[in-house]
Nanobody, 122 residues
Framework: QVQLVESGGGLVQAGGSLRLSCAAS????????VGWFRQAPGKEREFVAA???????VYADSVKGRFTISRDNAKNTVYLQMDSLKPDDTAVYYC????????????????WGQGTQVTVSS
C-alpha cells in the first residue's frame, strides 16, 4: 500500500505560479512511477504529467513548457511546479502512483491522493 497526500493548491491569478506537493508513505516509493492528473467540474480526469522511477518525464501538450514534475525519493515526495497558469488550468489536481511505464491514463495508476483544488482567476 502507498498513501498519497497532496498539498499546495489555492487561488492564483492568471500568469502566476503554484507548487503542488504529494507526500507518499507506505511501500518503497522510488520503485513506482508517479503522475499528476486533474479534473475540472463536468469533465473527465485528465493526464497532466508523469515521471518514471528512472526519471523519465512526460507531459500533456496543454502544460508542456509551463509545468514541471519532479520527485525527491529521499523525502518520498513528488512535486508539480506550475508556471504561467491559465484559467483553463482550474481543476482538482490528483497525485497518483503505479507500476510500469509509460503511464498516462488513470487506469495505469493504482494509488491516488484525495486531490487539491487549484483555481486560476482571469
Amino acid at each position: 500500500q502507498v498513501q498519497l497526500v497532496e498539498s499546495g493548491g489555492g487561488l492564483v491569478q492568471a500568469g502566476g505560479s503554484l507548487r503542488l506537493s504529494c507526500a507518499a508513505s507506505g511501500r518503497t516509493f522510488n520503485a513506482y512511477s508517479v503522475g499528476w492528473f486533474r479534473q475540472a467540474p463536468g469533465k473527465e480526469r485528465e493526464f497532466v504529467a508523469a515521471k518514471s522511477w528512472t526519471e523519465t518525464s512526460v507531459y500533456a501538450d496543454s502544460v508542456k513548457g509551463r509545468f514541471t514534475i519532479s520527485r525527491d525519493n529521499a523525502k518520498n515526495t513528488v512535486y508539480l511546479q506550475m508556471d504561467s497558469l491559465k484559467p483553463d488550468d482550474t481543476a482538482v489536481y490528483y497525485c497518483a502512483a503505479g507500476s510500469g511505464w509509460p503511464l498516462t491514463t488513470p487506469s495505469g495508476f493504482v494509488y491516488w491522493g484525495q486531490g487539491t483544488q487549484v483555481t486560476v482567476s482571469s
